[in-house]
């Protein structure tokens, strides 16, 4: 009597990757809309002539060999971009931690510090470029007046291709309060006995940090440079504006400005894809772009996580 009531084991599980599915579907849907489905269509462009009008035509490897073996910004672009992954990323992460040390060791004054850091990081990223460009005005900038008055003769920050990649990683640097807060809570969370433990064998400060500190906040190190390393990746709002009002370029509409300014110093591969694809209408080539930034993306990342890297523990 109960075999007509009881569902078959077959039964039950088509139930159970039903609801498993159901519980499952924001997230293939989000997954396909959001990722999935453009991931494919860059891939189909990229073979693909397209100027957004016209009907796009196949071209084959045109735009391959076009963007890889043809493009003469091609190299400047993926090269600063990757000095910045490299530099910023890293200075950022060293920064962020000795931030973040100096505010919980602090005890005078703790809450000034935490807002005076992290007050940068809540403007705007157009505003805050604005703001940094003006403060490193050279000759005319209160940056440049205060080292005049003390005798030293400043750069030309962003005018200066040798100098406009380290501007746009101090404007980084200045905006350090997302990184600070991060490590600040990694810090104030590693076990108190543990120092004291560390204190009673003799261990200096650095003894300490290494082996106390280091292994406890590993993780929180590797969230922060694989984030880094993918918001970099993307860099592109802080370098353009940077260089427009460095140039000095008055932009009304239908101004279109070549980004890199100057000397292509601080030109970057997303920068490149908006001006193939959206300036140029040349949007095969600006979909190879696009996936050669994210297989690069992919790859780094993957090299990160790896445990050999020494960032990752077996524990991890």
């Not at 084991?9 to 159901?22: A, F, K, S, V």
């Not at 490590?183 to 650095?206: C, I, K, N, S, T």
């Amino acid at each position: 009597m109960t075999s007509g009531t009881t569902p078959s084991p077959r039964r039950r599980r088509t139930r159970e990757r039903l609801r498993t599915l159901g519980f499952l579907s924001p997230w293939l849907v989000g997954f396909t809309v959001f990722f999935g489905y453009p991931l494919v269509a860059t891939v189909y462009f990229s073979f693909m002539h397209y100027n957004q009008i016209q009907a796009p035509t196949f071209v084959g490897l045109r735009n391959w060999k076009y963007v890889l073996q043809q493009m003469p910004l091609f190299g400047p672009a993926l090269w600063n971009t990757l000095w910045l992954v490299v530099v910023m990323v890293a200075l950022r992460v060293a920064f962020g931690i000795g931030i973040g040390l100096l505010v919980t060791k602090v005890k005078t004054g703790a809450g000034f510090f935490r807002t005076a850091f992290y007050l940068p990081y809540l403007a705007p990223p157009v505003a805050a470029t604005v703001a940094f460009v003006f403060l490193l005005n050279p000759g005319t900038g209160p940056v440049d007046e205060a080292l005049s008055a003390v005798g030293i003769d400043a750069p030309n920050w962003f005018n200066d291709p040798d100098w406009a990649k380290p501007s746009l990683v101090l404007l980084s640097l200045w905006g350090i309060g997302d990184l600070m807060v991060i490590f600040m809570a990694a810090l104030l969370d590693v076990p108190r006995e543990q120092y004291e433990a560390a204190e009673l064998d003799g261990a200096g400060a650095l003894a300490r940090f290494r082996y106390v500190t280091w292994p406890s906040i590993t993780p929180i190190v590797m969230f922060a440079v694989v984030t880094g390393v993918v918001q970099t990746m993307q860099y592109y709002t802080q370098a353009l504006v940077a260089g427009k009002l460095a140039s000095g370029v008055s932009i009304g509409p239908g101004t279109v400005i070549q980004p890199g300014y100057p000397d292509h110093s601080t030109l970057t591969v997303p920068q490149l894809v908006y001006s193939l694809g959206f300036q140029n209408f040349n949007t095969g080539a600006a979909c190879v772009l696009s996936l050669v930034l994210f297989a690069l993306a992919m790859a780094v990342t993957s090299l990160l996580m790896r445990r050999s890297t020494g960032l990752l523990t077996a524990e991890d």
